[in-house]
């Protein structure tokens, strides 16, 4: 059996590092960030009475259908917290938003109206756009540019429907 001098051995030693060293530094070979991950969008309602039920949150990125059941791109929901609540909206490419949203009180994701179609709940837009009539505001008023690339963070407060519309 042939013997190897230890200089030969050292050497074999310091070209195995350094091909390792070289394996798994290599660039093509690190993990890169995934594309597909988009940041998030933040709405954060103030202004409810109670810590009572949960905020049901509505994303919107079309105004077909805006402020609706119809058509919604995303739905979150909220626990109140010291009367805030922060619905998130994970992974959301950037484009044009809005956001629709309402005190849930019996955690059943249905806005309580009345007889005439009137809120019986809190509810609100982002923007804080005010409603129109008897309807939800233009999408054009409650909407926000997302980058898609940093997060965005809206702040809204619940609104109450008065007759002094």
């Known amino acids: 059996m042939k013997t190897m001098s230890l200089k030969t051995v050292a050497a074999l030693l310091v070209s195995a590092v350094a091909l390792a060293a070289m394996f798994f530094t290599s660039p093509a070979l690190a ?47 909220a626990p109140i917290l010291g009367s805030t609540a922060t619905c998130t909206f994970k992974n959301v490419p950037s484009g044009t938003y809005g956001v629709a949203f309402f005190h849930d009180r019996n955690m059943n994701n249905k806005m309580p109206k009345n007889f005439l179609g009137i809120p019986q709940a809190g509810y609100g837009f982002s923007n804080d756009a005010k409603p129109r009539g ?28 008065t007759s002094a519309l």
């Open 31 to 77: 993990q890169a960030p995934s594309a597909n991950v988009n940041a998030p969008i933040m709405i954060v309602i103030s202004g409810f009475p109670d810590n009572v039920g949960r905020a049901s949150c509505g994303l919107y990125n079309q105004a077909d259908g805006w402020a609706t059941d119809k058509n919604v791109f995303r739905n979150a929901t």
């Open 134 to 161: 008897f309807g939800p505001p233009s999408f054009t008023d409650a909407s926000f540019l997302h980058s898609g690339s940093q997060p965005t963070t809206v702040n809204a407060r619940l609104q109450r429907w």
